[in-house]
């Protein structure tokens, strides 16, 4: 089983940076396709960004566009979310995911087609 831990959250202020990690651990672990999503309290999980297994292809929430950015080592099974000028609204909790699939798909922003998570990671912006 695959295992995944964030880390990097945080409390900031609006306009700050900061940038999770998301580590990945276990003997079935591969370069799958990653994401990041949030969930703020009271409200659905939400699409932040994904990855392809290459880190070739991204895509990213309107949400977010410009302002965050998903990389990957795959050397260090690590997936990153950089997040700059950030606001009050980006408050959540973060969850890295993993999908073992070749192609990210059509599906990337659905967490129903991620099959393994992280536990999170909090993430508060001040105002």
């Known amino acids: 089983q695959v295992h995944l831990v964030e880390s990097g959250g945080g409390l900031v202020q609006a306009g700050g940076s900061l940038r999770l990690s998301c580590a990945a651990s276990?003997?079935?672990?591969?370069?799958?396709?990653m994401g990041w999503f949030r969930q703020a309290p009271g409200k659905e999980r939400e699409f932040v960004a994904a990855i392809s297994w290459s880190g070739g292809i991204t895509y990213y929430a309107d949400s977010v566009k410009g302002r965050f950015t998903i990389s990957r080592d795959n050397a260090e099974k690590t997936v990153y979310l950089q997040m700059n000028s950030l606001k009050p609204e980006d408050t959540a909790v973060y969850y890295c995911a993993t999908k073992a699939s070749f192609l990210l798909g059509p599906r990337y922003s659905d967490y129903q087609t991620y099959d393994y998570w992280g536990q999170g990671t909090q993430v508060t912006v001040s105002s």
């Open positions: 276990g003997r079935t672990f591969s370069s799958g396709n």
